[in-house]
């Protein structure tokens, strides 16, 4: 497969600049960055590369103005080998859960054990805002509860959630690739009991909820918690990440419209997951 390196010149030497804007360019299909130091590269595979959304995202980029960036073909490589041996390593979150690869060999064992087959740097456990989720439902009982995970990428949460009991589990996704993916992880971990949708909020419908998870961005989100309440149950929890810790009031404002109390945040590079209760 054919890459493109993608070099952007970002004002700012904010470091949580090129986390945000990491974040939002995975969702164009980026598969991997470079940002030690100076010049921040992404890697998208060039089939995928819409040059059009680049500009609207960069132009409507509303923590940084000003970027610009340029555009090269890549060296040829095996981008899979470059992946293992820079890009992914095992981690362990709360001491309790590890995330790995089918190519590893040696990883801490702990309680939970969750091998994904990774395609991309994002959903691996090593984004903040997955961290911050996953230690999330470390921290809760999901035992035997209903639980909804929006915006699921590779399913680590889901596959997390069912390792710890919750049931019944669905979880959601509007990307093709992470839908197929998520399917590969789910099937990996043998948590056969996840019911995968391609969509939005969109296929929300009668069912109820006990937890919500949505990890996603915060203009979805704001758009989306409405949606979310009509199918959380009451004294349910809705988690929400995705978003930078300035963004909480306004997350919050909107909750509160729909019944939702904060009871808590957790925070990790100003990257937050906030927890709410249905009241």
């Not at 990491?22 to 921040?40: Q, T, V």
């Not at 789910?186 to 006990?210: C, P, S, V, W, Y």
């Amino acid at each position: 497969m054919k890459y493109l390196e993608i070099t952007f010149d970002i004002p700012s030497k904010e470091i949580y600049i090129k986390d945000i804007l990491s974040a939002e360019l995975a969702d164009l299909g980026f598969e991997s960055f470079s940002d030690e130091g100076d010049p921040f590269i992404g890697y998208i595979p060039q089939d995928n590369f819409d040059e059009t959304k680049l500009a609207g995202l960069l132009s409507n980029f509303e923590y940084e103005k000003g970027i610009s960036y340029s555009v090269k073909q890549a060296e040829d490589k095996d981008w899979n080998e470059e992946w293992e041996k820079n890009f992914f390593q095992p981690i362990v979150i709360g001491d309790k859960c590890v995330i790995h690869s089918t190519f590893h060999k040696e990883y801490p064992k702990v309680q939970y054990d969750i091998v994904i087959d990774p395609k991309m740097a994002f959903g691996t456990g090593h984004h903040a805002t997955t961290s911050l989720m996953a230690k999330a439902i470390l921290d809760i009982d999901v035992k035997d509860k209903s639980l909804l995970d929006m915006g699921c990428g590779t399913a680590i949460l889901a596959i997390l959630a069912a390792l710890r009991g919750a049931s019944p589990i669905i979880g959601i996704d509007i990307d093709e690739w992470a839908y197929n993916n998520a399917l590969e992880n789910i099937q990996l971990n043998h948590t056969e009991q996840i019911t995968l949708k391609k969509g939005g909020a969109e296929l929300l419908g009668n069912e109820m909820f006990d937890i919500i998870l949505a990890n996603i961005n915060r203009n979805i989100l704001l758009n989306d918690i409405k949606t979310y309440v009509k199918v959380l149950n009451s004294n349910g929890l809705l988690i929400l990440s995705g978003f930078y810790e300035s963004d909480i009031d306004a997350i919050e404002k909107e909750c509160n419209l729909y019944g939702l109390e904060k009871i808590s945040y957790e925070k990790n590079n100003n990257w937050v997951a906030v927890r709410f209760i249905k009241k």
